[in-house]
């Protein structure tokens, strides 16, 4: 701790809020990267190839609507909705940070989903034939899904650090995603469709670790532009609502074709119906009068959608869905009224959106009901091959039963976290040197550093007057 | 009207709006309820089971692509996105209850799609093999469309009633659609693919009776409060258009595959179109110099999508659909200039979003479209297989004519007006309670009683004063 | 030059804005013409007539989901938001013109669409046995695209003209699209999915045509008027992100079943996501500090969805399609620093929104990129059958060679161009009439002129002033 502590200091110099060359030079070299990286690396897959019609005659299929594309396309855009309104347009609550939460959200976004592409394909579409990664609709919603941890992160994070600085945190960000996501899936063979472990879990403790290592002591100073006014309440609404409807989508856009895909967005439609109820009652319980909180009804009505993910695609049965939203609806709000401030005076962790909320605790509370859930599977419930289907029982992993493959489940949870938690503190180090282009403590969670602000009449009340005066004078 | 006007009186006693106990005890008691019920009644159907493999040979399915996730699933987010951001924003016009709309509906939402999946269940899918619901993407789809009649009548009642009041009008009114739906397709076999009567004639009589029986004689004294002002305006204009953009699906959603549901997406686009036109058109003509008013371009552009309901489905033929939607566009905005104020001030119906304009007189219009249509079907214009199809008349309903089915659907347009009005004058007496925690006359429309509001800088001049005051001090 | 100086003179009588007659009027008429033409020509295909299921046993077709609807209703979805929430609310970015710019937005697309049924049906798929046009899914997504192109055109003439001004663009643009478009796809044989050419090429020419027929020396008397404000900004960025977000579905919506929809997803996507980095990265190199520009990032980063578009169906890879992306992020962005300034100033052309940066460039680019990439193809990489697919070498084309097809697509480039000049200087030319009800120079981009609108508290500083004193009376 000492020694973080005077690394701290030493970063502490005078800040420099100018990235008019660090911000395009950063955007140009990494673009560039990506343009010779795609052309030495990245090929259509046989499904996006003009070869697909021979590939078709080949393998038998019968007609083009069995192309993956058919299958995929409806999920992926609605996941794409959700990176980029979704998680836009949520974190826009704050009065005068919009511009930074949705252009942000959009340039790592951007950005991400490219490099996604890149280190997800290394690890898992690589063909040994060509050396060449093939693409297809599913590696976008992977990309995509890969982008989401990042922009978890961004949420913790928002309002306190530059632009070069998020670029920075979506290198290594997907970076680490790409290697957690291929020990987890692929060597250790659990099973996430929805991500609780691995988009949400390591989203979120790699959000709040950066956070922890950029802790400024001084955020006081700016703590008059932390809150809402009342139509930025109402955008957040815009995302709020995109992320919960959406949800189903998400958690079953990369599960099995057929029965898989679709038990999938039933567990989530029922999680999700069920912890807006508790998240309400929770917020109104909380007040003296029993006033709703707009902070729970934007956040705390999201968390079943992130404790459901691992095990959606399982038999968790529809009431099994109800009882995890119903517990995430809970904890996800008494988080906001209870942890979030305790996180911010005691442990130096300050959660601008909550995170901790929304995606720590649920994704943890994910990851443990998806291996209660896959320890309990029996070919009863599941039939002998719907088991070995859901569960990928094939190949090397043959021999394997649902009692090991929940301490599998346990296992991939503990490298999401250690990746989360580890890669957070690494790379928060990195983005605590003062080269970035950091916003000092007064002025955080406000866009007039980064973006050039419309003279808006409401903020120049002498220009208002002005304008009067001279109106009044025509007249 | 003597016993109603002296039950009235008993019932004006102090109001408090204190929902602290009240709100959270019925989303708890109702939640766990829900999981209850859930665990005894509901499953997954065969094509949501992880058993759908062995279904799928035992039925000779040749491919996962047959499976109705792919039939449905899209039109089933598009009508998911129409129940959340389409009815929610779209009554966010008011300048101070964008959170009451937004977030109440959300609250009505998530707990009456779960009350309808049982609801509807019991009535439609029990399984009498094991007496279990089985539910899949088309239960979704239904239960949003249950959902969707309760937030019409919310759309009535607007700023007038209690979160409360609000579970306990969704309960009811879920009970009775699934009663009046069960009567209408099941009994009378009328059709309604888009739910021109099932949906809108019901849910928008029930909140018009609600209404009534909750009328305010002092609701003048919130009047500065209904009305809009600039950017809520546009926050309504994005639920107008994600329901109107999205209602061919809506109404395609549960229709036959194939041409049924690719018919219906037509005829909707179509009805939908030319009801922009003649909307803007009346609402031009209304105003002394021509100006447009933005409640008609809100609200009055959707009525062709409630009209040509019923019909969609069928062979109404393309000029038809425009047909329908030409005469809605005109009666519709006529109701907004004519209608609304004279059932203010003569019928005691106080109706916030002008629902009997959009829903209830277009959703009879769209019964009786719907009637006509199908008196005039022959096997000339459909075929003899596709008359067979489209009308279902099959079964017990073999020796069914087109012409009999005309006045099958016109008895439905009956049953679903009385379950309207009479469902809604007895929940609205329960309404009337003194115990729901409603707001005083003069504080409806204000968000301020049930939701903390952000302290603007724009609405609370000294409050921001002194705020800045304090924090000057504590510096 | 001279002639049409003195013809602007002849035009510019006193400005009378009253539309009470003259919008309804042609709101009427046009829309009972449509049914009358609709009545006469325009029938369902055999998809969705209730005829399908014997059409699908004598094509032997074997499942209800190979009807065309299944292949192309979610991506019509996808561009019917495009449409109305996409464009309708990029353009809300002004401070006072948002409901012109979403309202209008409505208005043209819901008569636009019906006049682009029938003109693209009478070029495209009039049915010789009957003389009627058969439409269905594909028509609605041909039309929506027919609209997309008068939706540019109302980019640049943005708050400069009245809406029944508006309704004469429409006809004509949607009048001359059907043209063009049945020029370059079926004369020419160019391939188009994406619209570089049909759709942005030859929209945005015909816009700034307009706006330049149009143009207004004394528009500095409104220039107060042409900017945003905060929130404004961030209503535009839905628009923004909704274009962004189903650009993949946009250019391949229409293009062929199987890989050539999967194709143009994918290089959608990618072209994409490139633009966003490069954008970024000039809005920030432009500004002494670094700053990024709201304007750009609202416009700029859909560039590359623009210049995909007509090469997005061929085998572009996913390099080349980060290389049109990358490069179009600049020039866009350069454009609205430098290009729009310019035009203003020294070309006398007004475009508010700056199309020519977004669509008018991009979309001359994606021509010239797709006639390479057309002029490029070879057996190898498409493969023999995939060739011929692709580039629909079949019937009178059976023996085109890629070489050849190259040039055919530079040809349909210059018939864009052509087509968008030369008609939109003739409609200009026509709206130029002193008839038409558009409002004096000083009364630009107010909304005040077509909109009853709500009195705001901000917008009567009297009032609240008037307030102030009344609350601190009562404290």
Redesign the interface.
């Known amino acids: 701790m000492g020694c973080i502590q005077s690394f701290r200091q030493c970063c502490d110099r005078p800040k420099n809020?100018?990235?008019?060359?660090?911000?395009?030079a950063v955007?140009?070299v990494?673009?560039?990267a990506?343009?010779?990286l795609?052309?030495i690396f990245?090929?259509?897959n046989e499904?996006?190839?003009?070869?697909?019609?021979?590939h078709?005659t080949s393998k038998n299929i019968?007609?083009?609507?069995?192309?993956?594309?058919?299958?995929r396309?409806?999920s992926f855009?609605?996941v794409?909705?959700m990176i980029?309104?979704g998680f836009?347009?949520l974190m826009?609550f704050l009065?005068?940070y919009?511009?930074g939460a949705?252009?942000f959200n959009?340039?790592i976004?951007?950005?991400g989903?490219?490099w996604a592409l890149l280190m997800q394909g290394w690890f898992h579409s690589l063909d040994p034939m060509d050396g060449k990664i093939k693409?297809?609709?599913e590696s976008?919603i992977n990309a995509d899904f890969c982008v989401a941890s990042c922009l978890i992160a961004y949420g913790a994070v928002l309002g306190k650090v530059s632009?070069v600085q998020l670029m920075v945190m979506t290198l290594f960000g997907v970076t680490l995603y790409a290697v957690e996501e291929y020990i987890i899936l692929s060597l250790i063979h659990a099973r996430d469709a929805g991500g609780s472990m691995v988009i949400h879990t390591f989203g979120a403790y790699y959000g709040l670790s950066i956070s922890w290592m950029l802790y400024r002591p001084n955020l006081d100073q700016s703590k008059?532009r932390i809150?809402?006014?009342?139509?930025?309440?109402?955008?957040a609404?815009?995302g709020t609502?995109?992320l919960?409807?959406?949800w189903?989508?998400f958690n079953s856009a990369i599960s099995d074709?057929?029965?898989g895909?679709?038990?999938a967005?039933?567990n989530t439609?029922?999680s999700?119906?069920?912890?807006?109820?508790?998240a309400?009652?929770?917020s109104?319980?909380s007040?003296?009068?029993?006033?709703?909180?707009?902070v729970h009804?934007q956040n705390a009505?999201l968390a079943g959608g992130v404790a459901v993910g691992t095990a959606a695609e399982f038999?968790l049965?529809?009431?099994g869905s109800?009882?995890v939203g119903?517990c995430c609806g809970i904890i996800s709000t008494l988080g906001y009224i209870y942890i979030t401030p305790f996180m911010e005076k005691y442990l130096k962790i300050h959660d601008t959106c909550g995170i901790h909320n929304l995606h720590a605790m649920p994704g943890v509370i994910g990851g443990i009901v998806g291996a209660i859930t896959a320890a309990a599977a029996s070919e009863d419930?599941?039939?002998k091959?719907?088991?070995m289907?859901?569960f990928d029982f094939t190949g090397e992993w043959k021999e394997m039963v649902p009692t090991r493959q929940g301490g599998h489940q346990a296992a991939g949870l503990c490298v999401a976290l250690c990746f989360g938690i580890g890669g957070g503190i690494i790379v928060g180090c990195i983005l605590r040197l003062p080269i970035w282009?950091d916003a000092p403590d007064n002025s955080c969670f406000d866009d007039e550093?980064?973006?050039?602000?419309?003279?808006?009449?409401?903020?120049n009340p002498p220009t208002?007057?002005y304008n009067?005066h001279m109106r009044n004078k025509a007249v």
């Open positions: 809020t100018n990235v008019r060359i660090s911000l395009p955007c140009f990494w673009q560039i990506m343009i010779i795609f052309g990245i090929r259509y499904e996006s190839d003009a070869h697909w019609i021979e078709k019968s007609s083009n609507i069995e192309n993956d594309y058919y299958f396309y409806p855009q609605d794409h909705v980029f309104v836009g347009f826009t009065k005068r919009s511009f949705v252009g959009f340039l976004a951007g950005f989903l490219q693409i297809g609709v976008m632009p008059h809150g809402s006014v009342y139509h930025s309440d109402v955008f609404m815009i609502l995109f919960w409807m959406f189903p989508s074709h057929g029965d895909q679709h038990r967005a039933i439609y029922l999700l119906a069920a912890t807006v109820l508790t309400l009652a929770i109104s319980l007040q003296k009068t029993g006033k709703l909180d707009m009804i009505t038999m049965m529809p009431y109800l009882i119903f419930v599941y039939g091959e719907g088991l289907n859901t282009g550093i980064y973006w050039e602000l419309p003279e808006d009449e409401e903020n208002v007057e009067n």
